[in-house]
């Protein structure tokens, strides 16, 4: 399973580098939406500096729908699903495969927007360990929910409006959970209280996988 997980990633990975849509559309969108919340809201009142933990993850999750979407899409053209499902390699694989090709993109749009807070708003990280932790786990939780979500809808019509639909709900309490550990790193709470949301970051984390592990095959024959 792992070896076929390391396949369907580099795989994607190497269509995602040829393509460069991580690169000119989805990081420039993110962007996008810091500055637009920097205009939204006065710096002077110190307001934008109080919710830059919820600023950057909203960022995440608006143009991790962007990758996951476009994860989606890879498989719908030329076959590509029906050759996954006679390839021969574990479902399992694929799902792990697609889900860390996906965070590994997320990851690297994590750094800009890092060093865009620190720019536009600000932020002056103290808890750097707790912070690496958090984007790890809620970055995992991300990933896999929405692979799992994109081959539930997958060969939908309406999958791109059906998508957010399903998944924003869903991940309402990984963005809560990362907000809450993003304050405690960023000196706005205990680091303590950082770390036990921290936690429950990473069960959900290891939830969302496994539940995608065992139902990707199911998903995939029946779409």
């Known amino acids: 399973m792992w070896r076929d997980a390391l396949l369907v990633a580099g795989r994607d990975l190497r269509i995602e580098a040829r393509s460069r849509v991580a690169t000119s559309q989805v990081a420039p969108f993110a ?16 307001v934008l500096e109080s919710a830059t933990p919820g600023l950057f993850w909203v ?14 899409a890879l498989d719908e053209s030329d076959g590509v699903r029906d050759a996954l499902r006679l390839s021969g390699l574990e479902p399992g694989g694929i799902f792990l495969g697609k889900a860390a090709a996906v965070a590994v993109q997320l990851l690297a749009l994590q750094a800009v927007l890092a060093a865009g ?14 912070l690496a932790l958090t984007c790890v786990t809620g970055t995992a939780a991300v990933a896999a929910t929405g692979t799992l979500y994109g ?13 957010p639909l399903l998944l924003l709900p869903t991940l309402a309490p990984v963005l809560i959970g990362a907000t809450r ?32 592990a065992l139902a990707y095959g199911v998903l995939l024959e029946g779409s």
Do not use: K
């Open 59 to 72: 960022a995440v999750l608006f143009s991790g729908l962007l990758a996951l979407s476009r994860s989606a």
């Open 151 to 163: 081959a539930l809808v997958s060969g939908l019509r309406v999958r791109e409006t059906l998508l």
């Open 31 to 46: 962007l996008l939406v810091l500055v637009l919340f920097a205009f939204a809201l006065d710096p002077d009142t110190g």
């Open 181 to 212: 550990a993003f304050e405690a790193a960023l000196g706005g709470d205990t680091l303590t209280r950082g770390w036990a949301w921290c936690g429950l970051l990473l069960f959900f984390a290891v939830l969302y996988t496994l539940a995608g």
């Open 117 to 130: 807070v620190i720019v536009l708003y600000g932020a002056e990280p103290s808890g750097v360990a707790l």
